[in-house]
């Protein structure tokens, strides 16, 4: 069973507009990270969150996890198309290792 | 930092060989590595945990006497797909942590494996 719902499974956004990507526990995260990736290719680290109500920004992308520690979102300004790719949440439950949700596929249109 | 790197990204060969794919912590000594197997577009799916010195503890429904893993040093860990058949082919994807929780773990490229 999936533990992590990620949502939703696939976006096209207008370049320049905002998104989000959410990710959902059943269980209360030691940790949430957030990673991307390119078909075929590896998983990049763009940001870790493990205290409730975190929140950390890199250029223009934005984590969040909640207070309880088990929903996170991802947040992207005004979006270009270096931002297109497969966005992945991965959660430790406490035990060191990552379980990662479907992955959300964000296609960027000029 | 935190380089990670994956030999070969892409083996195509025969069903019943075996083939072995490396993953090396570039700057950094990881005490503990993760192997994972990608089908196409699907998430990732642990297989194994390898730390350094120690027998790999593998998920359920992962054989282990079909994917032998080796962690011989804080720097290499191999994967090695035995006498590969057609189902084996997949995404192959590792990744190496310092095994401290406030570091993330960080990712090789990645492994293309088609068994003919």
């Known amino acids: 069973s999936q533990e992590l719902e990620q949502s939703p499974q696939s976006l096209i956004v207008q370049e320049g507009k905002n998104l989000t990507i959410n990710c959902t526990s059943s269980?209360?995260?030691?940790?949430l990270y957030w990673y991307k990736q390119k078909y075929g290719e590896g998983l990049i680290f763009l940001m870790m969150?493990?205290?409730?109500?975190e929140e950390k920004s890199h250029e223009k992308i934005t984590a969040k996890l909640d207070e309880k520690k088990q929903q996170s979102s991802l947040h992207i300004t005004a979006s270009q198309p270096s931002h297109a790719g497969i966005y992945l949440c991965?959660?430790?439950?406490?035990?060191?290792?990552?379980?990662f949700g479907a992955g959300t596929t964000v296609t960027v249109r000029a | 930092g935190a380089v990670v790197s994956q030999h070969p990204s892409w083996v195509i060969c025969k069903s019943g060989t075996s083939v072995k794919i490396e993953c090396r912590s570039l700057d950094f000594q990881a005490t503990t590595m993760f192997w994972y197997r990608q089908f196409p577009k699907q998430s990732l799916m642990l297989m194994a945990t390898?730390?350094?010195?120690?027998?790999?503890?593998?998920e359920q429904g992962v054989e282990k006497d079909k994917f032998l893993i080796n962690h011989a040093s804080l720097t290499l860990s191999t994967l090695t797909v035995t006498s590969a058949h057609p189902e084996d082919s997949s995404f192959y994807i590792c990744?190496?942590?310092?095994?401290?929780?406030?570091?993330?773990?960080?990712f090789g490229d990645g492994t293309r494996l088609s068994i003919l």
């Open positions: 991965g959660a430790d439950m406490n035990d060191y290792k990552l379980s």
């Open positions: 269980k209360t995260l030691y940790g």
């Open positions: 969150l493990q205290k409730g109500g």
């Open positions: 990744s190496a942590t310092l095994g401290v929780r406030s570091q993330p773990q960080h």
């Open positions: 390898s730390n350094e010195g120690s027998k790999a503890t593998y």
